[in-house]
């Protein structure tokens, strides 16, 4: 089976990483009813524990609000009266308007699949936004939402897509899937909560749209899908959750997690490859590390434990530095680019990693064709 066909919008509001730090400093000043703490003890703190512009130098929005501080146009974070922001009911509501237009906008350009699965862990309405597009197709489409699963949120559905095309038997048989991922992670920040680790998520999360195509039929420019794998790591349940609150959701993030997907890389890299007849120690020579950035210190533990050489997961930080983290989004963008890329020639195996709640780790190997 093959992926290709991608096709990812850029959000309309970009702010550079000091700017958006400075706009959280305000944010974060203003919310605090007591005032205790100046604005520039805050910004001192996010430039003290979040991503630096050395290591993000710009993200993007769909929320216009990011870097806006005339707080009574804002619509989700009017903080001269609500220190929190907009409710949850809200946030969805403005999701949904988004991520209608961003669909009506793929489908404008782009043929109607089999199949279409909407991955996103930053909004959820039914009906969805792909169920409405799905109703203009000239031929029935079958949705299926994979909600919730976060960074890694592009394995569970690659393994959905790959299990709808190959069910022929039970399924029908279905020639392409598409999977899209609308991710609006500017949704869903609390201004009211300054703690250390907040301070970190908020200075790292940003927006992301892309599409892209399962099928049995090669496409021109893409991959082939040789392999998927997934695992989670014992006693690692606390380490990151992603829970639904009164305000919108809402992240914890343990400072461990690096360290502790560092310690579990190796041997997951090694049973996995392995089981599926693969030499590991070619493959460490010769691929390319898609490696989602969770943060700098996601990379830098994969690259080290691995022993890597930098060029190997420069694609990585690449996307980082230009885009920040756009939850499950990311991946996917890390695919196009190297697609794009001409010094990485066809043939080039494509080892791709992803981490999110559980803890859960998943690989991919690819080809690029």
Known sequence: MYLG???????????????????????????????????EDYLKLLHRVGCSEQQINRRFFFVPDVGEKNWAENKIYPIHTKNRGV??????????????????????SRSFPDDMI???????VSPSAAQLVALRSPKPVTVTHSYHMGCYGAFP?????AGFLANDLILGQKQSVDLVHTE?????????????????????????????????ERPPTGFKILSLYEEIIPN?????EWMVSDWGMKMTLSKDVPSMVGAVIPEFTHRWLKSRGYNLAEIQRNAVFAVHPGGPKIIDQVEKQLELNSSQVEAS?????SRGNMSSATLPHLWERILADSSIPSGTKIISYAFGPGLTVCGGLMEKL
């Open 5 to 39: 066909n991608f096709h990812s919008i850029e959000p309309p509001h970009q702010v550079s990483q000091n700017e958006s730090l400075d706009w959280l400093s305000s944010a974060h000043h203003l919310a605090q009813r007591d005032q205790t703490h100046t604005k």
């Open 87 to 108: 409710s949850m009911h809200h946030r969805h509501e403005y999701y949904h308007e988004i991520v209608q237009k961003l669909f009506g906008q793929i489908y404008d």
């Open 118 to 124: 909407h991955v996103s862990c930053t909004g959820y």
């Open 157 to 161: 559905a690659l393994r959905m897509a």
């Open 184 to 216: 609006l992670c500017s949704l869903h920040l609390n201004p009211e909560d300054p703690t250390l680790e907040q301070m970190v998520i908020q200075s790292l999360f940003a927006d992301g749209c892309i599409a892209y195509r399962m099928s049995h």
């Open 236 to 240: 690692s349940a606390d380490a990151m």
């Open 317 to 321: 930080r690449r996307l980082l530095f």
